[in-house]
């Protein structure tokens, strides 16, 4: 690892930077932090691709620790995701002042021998454009993927508000009904139930294994009935959701219910 650079900014604090193989690399935690993440080190583990992040050893005040570094990539991807309304001059700043100090002093932009302070500067410049070039790329094909997302969600958008009307509609479905929409009986498709751990019977009436009873498939219906000696008594039946009627569709199909 090269000199590690610490920039302090009056709005933003300090973040700490190193050069490493030609590239600079950010202390993830200082960079989270001044782009106004309350928990850096959520955001640092949610935004981030780890193909882009490295440790160093650092002596900070408690002592050599491990500290995580990112690179441009995930530098980007902490901006986009940030709703700090000063994200942009964070940018500037980062670009105009940050990566040059860090490569001029990290070692990677060394004066050569000869070298006028004009031709250090120019190929500061050099670099600089180059950094924004890439910096360009990357923000254009961030804009291509926001995009491709887009569209996603709103082909996703009709499925999204199905599935929320079957988890609030209060139609209920017999097994009979199910069944015959999958081309078998009642009690055919109750006996493949059971087989499959779904339900048990107790004293005539199906009711859910313990992994199913907390999902809202089925609900247990009281009534009563009079036999032809007179006698009365109360019996439980039970009838299925239009979630567990989806349920029961998606588990023959072999689809995943969401």
Same mark, same amino acid.
């Given at each position: 690892?090269? +000199?590690?650079?610490?920039?302090? !900014? $009056?709005?933003?604090?300090?973040?700490?930077?190193?050069?490493? &193989?030609?590239?600079?690399?950010?202390?993830?935690?200082?960079?989270?932090?001044?782009? *106004?993440?309350?928990?850096?080190? @959520?955001?640092?583990?949610? !935004?981030?691709?780890?193909? &882009?992040?490295?440790?160093?050893?650092?002596?900070?005040?408690?002592?050599?620790?491990?500290?995580?570094?990112?690179?441009?990539?995930?530098?980007?991807?902490?901006?986009?995701?940030?709703?700090?309304?000063?994200?942009?001059?964070?940018?500037?700043?980062?670009?105009?002042?940050?990566? $040059?100090?860090?490569?001029? /002093? *990290?070692?990677? =932009?060394? /004066?050569?021998?000869?070298?006028?302070?004009? /031709?250090?500067?120019?190929?500061?410049?050099?670099?600089?454009?180059?950094?924004?070039? /890439?910096? @360009?790329?990357?923000?254009?094909?961030?804009?291509?993927?926001?995009?491709?997302?887009?569209?996603?969600?709103?082909?996703?958008?009709?499925?999204?508000?199905?599935?929320?009307?079957?988890?609030?509609?209060?139609?209920?479905?017999?097994?009979?009904?199910?069944?015959?929409? =999958?081309?078998?009986?009642?009690?055919?498709?109750?006996?493949?139930?059971?087989?499959? *751990?779904?339900?048990?019977?107790?004293? &005539?009436?199906?009711?859910?294994?313990?992994?199913?009873?907390?999902?809202?498939?089925?609900?247990?219906? +009281?009534?009563?009935?009079?036999?032809?000696?007179?006698? +009365?008594?109360?019996?439980?039946?039970?009838?299925?959701?239009?979630?567990?009627?989806?349920?029961? !569709?998606?588990?023959?199909? *072999?689809?995943?219910?969401?």
């Amino acid at each position: 690892m090269r +000199t590690l650079v610490i920039t302090e !900014h $009056p709005e933003f604090g300090k973040v700490r930077t190193v050069e490493a &193989g030609g590239r600079v690399w950010f202390c993830a935690r200082d960079v989270a932090s001044a782009l *106004g993440y309350a928990n850096p080190k @959520d955001a640092v583990n949610r !935004h981030c691709r780890p193909k &882009g992040v490295c440790v160093h050893d650092l002596l900070t005040a408690g002592g050599r620790q491990k500290v995580k570094f990112i690179d441009e990539g995930n530098l980007y991807r902490l901006m986009a995701c940030s709703r700090l309304p000063s994200a942009e001059r964070f940018e500037s700043w980062i670009f105009d002042e940050l990566v $040059p100090r860090t490569l001029k /002093e *990290g070692g990677y =932009l060394l /004066e050569k021998e000869g070298e006028t302070d004009a /031709e250090l500067l120019s190929r500061t410049l050099q670099l600089a454009e180059a950094k924004l070039r /890439e910096r @360009d790329r990357y923000i254009s094909g961030l804009e291509k993927e926001n995009a491709l997302n887009a569209l996603k969600l709103s082909l996703q958008a009709p499925k999204v508000r199905y599935f929320d009307e079957v988890l609030h509609s209060p139609s209920t479905y017999t097994v009979t009904q199910i069944a015959k929409e =999958l081309g078998m009986s009642g009690r055919e498709l109750n006996r493949r139930l059971k087989a499959l *751990g779904i339900q048990f019977r107790l004293g &005539g009436t199906w009711l859910l294994t313990a992994r199913y009873q907390k999902e809202g498939y089925t609900r247990t219906h +009281t009534h009563s009935w009079q036999s032809r000696c007179g006698e +009365t008594g109360t019996a439980m039946h039970t009838v299925w959701t239009e979630k567990g009627r989806l349920f029961i !569709h998606c588990l023959f199909s *072999g689809l995943s219910l969401f």
